[in-house]
């Protein structure tokens, strides 16, 4: 490719802008233009698009959001905004494009490979949920954030021995509730993606640790999965502990990109523009055990990937 475009999609993640940082730098080091499109596709579909140079993409490695604005753009999900994508491209000489974002932007990057433009995928969400891919940019920060949260929940919850119900983001997906449940002794862990009873598995399980002199509990949900107010009444009233919920919501997306996650966006966002640079498209760069691999669009969003079973068994063994 002579001239590349990059733009983020679906939810912000913290950590995209590193990874847009790779990609301009990348580019313009190995002789390409570079731009930058604004508010994902709809950028596309309406010419919303910046040069970029190498200071473009200066002081935003270490913040959170996206410099290039993100959106969920239904018109991309038809084949009319497809057509008028590609014809912004062929306009302004662009033959290349990367998009950082979800399985939803992935979709949007095949179609725009299968009508000529060579587009390379990056996965960016906090949910984690693209399954060919171990890790993608912002988990770690999001956890790291909802970590720091739920220990200040326990703090409180400690001084006065009561029950907080902590609702955590993840689009469906357990990833995010599960390691941070983990990682702050959480005595009840509900995701959607394993057999769950309140009773069975929060409410005789707060009785239990109590006789054993547990004072003070956390309870860590999945959003979407039930509405954590009413589980604290339902707490509150069939253990007699006092309880309190909390839904994390969008703190979890923002903030400083950890060390992690900037590492993760640089070697996707580098991988993507050596792919370009060959003129190979429909990809999805990810990482897999530490290496850095791309795989076809279609046969990416074909895979399935579950949550560490093991690891919920574990926390029910040790967190008794
Ligand atoms: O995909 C990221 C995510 O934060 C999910 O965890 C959540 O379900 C969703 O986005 C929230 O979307 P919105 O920002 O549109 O409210």
């Given at each position: 490719a002579k001239k590349i475009g990059v733009l983020?999609s679906?939810?912000?993640?913290?950590?995209?802008?590193?990874?847009?940082?790779?990609?301009?730098?990348?580019?313009?080091?190995?002789?390409?233009e570079v731009v930058g499109v604004h508010h994902g596709y709809n950028g596309l579909i309406n010419g919303d698009i910046?040069?970029?140079?190498?200071?473009?993409?200066?002081?935003?490695?270490?913040?959170?959001?996206?410099?290039?604005?993100?959106a969920?753009c239904l018109e991309f999900k038809e084949q009319a905004g497809i057509l008028k994508g590609k014809e912004t491209c062929e306009k302004m000489g662009i033959d290349g494009l990367v998009v950082?974002g979800?399985?939803g932007s992935f979709r949007g990057a095949r179609d725009l490979s299968l009508a000529g433009i060579p587009t390379v995928g990056?996965?960016?969400?906090?949910?984690?949920?693209?399954?060919?891919?171990?890790?993608?940019?912002?988990?770690?920060?999001?956890?790291?954030?909802?970590?720091?949260?739920?220990?200040?929940?326990?703090?409180?919850?400690?001084?006065?021995?009561?029950?907080?119900?902590?609702?955590?983001?993840?689009?469906?997906?357990?990833?995010?509730?599960?390691?941070?449940?983990?990682?702050?002794?959480?005595?009840?862990?509900?995701?959607?993606?394993?057999?769950?009873?309140?009773?069975?598995?929060?409410?005789?399980?707060?009785?239990?640790?109590?006789?054993?002199?547990?004072?003070?509990?956390?309870?860590?949900?999945?959003?979407?999965?039930?509405?954590?107010?009413?589980?604290?009444?339902?707490?509150?009233?069939?253990?007699?502990?006092?309880?309190?919920?909390?839904?994390?919501?969008?703190?979890?997306?923002?903030?400083?990109?950890?060390?992690?996650?900037?590492?993760?966006?640089?070697?996707?966002?580098?991988?993507a523009?050596?792919l370009l640079?060959?003129g190979i498209g429909n990809r999805?760069?990810?990482?897999?055990?530490?290496?850095?691999?791309?795989?076809?669009i279609l046969?990416?969003?074909?895979?399935?990937?579950?949550?560490?079973?093991?690891?919920?068994?574990?926390?029910?063994?040790?967190?008794?």
């Open positions: 983020t679906g939810g912000d993640a913290p950590g995209m802008n590193a990874g847009i940082r790779a990609v301009v730098r990348c580019a313009i080091a190995k002789g390409m910046e040069q970029m140079d190498v200071r473009s993409v200066s002081e935003i490695l270490h913040r959170g959001g996206t410099m290039l604005y993100t969920r950082i979800g399985d990056i996965p960016g969400t906090i949910d984690n949920d693209i399954s060919c891919s171990d890790f993608s940019i912002g988990f770690d920060t999001a956890l790291n954030t909802a970590v720091e949260a739920v220990d200040r929940l326990r703090d409180t919850s400690q001084s006065h021995d009561r029950c907080s119900v902590v609702e955590i983001m993840g689009h469906g997906a357990g990833h995010l509730t599960l390691d941070t449940g983990i990682a702050c002794g959480a005595c009840a862990i509900w995701v959607n993606e394993v057999d769950f009873d309140v009773d069975r598995d929060i409410i005789q399980k707060i009785k239990s640790t109590a006789s054993n002199g547990k004072h003070h509990f956390i309870v860590a949900v999945g959003e979407g999965i039930t509405d954590v107010h009413a589980l604290a009444k339902e707490i509150e009233t069939k253990t007699g502990v006092e309880t309190r919920a909390t839904v994390l919501g969008h703190i979890q997306r923002g903030g400083t990109p950890t060390a992690r996650d900037r590492v993760l966006a640089t070697k996707l966002g580098v991988h523009v050596e640079e060959k999805v760069v990810v990482i897999k055990g530490n290496t850095v691999v791309d795989y076809d046969e990416a969003l074909q895979m399935k990937k579950g949550i560490d079973k093991k690891l919920f068994e574990d926390a029910k063994l040790i967190n008794i």
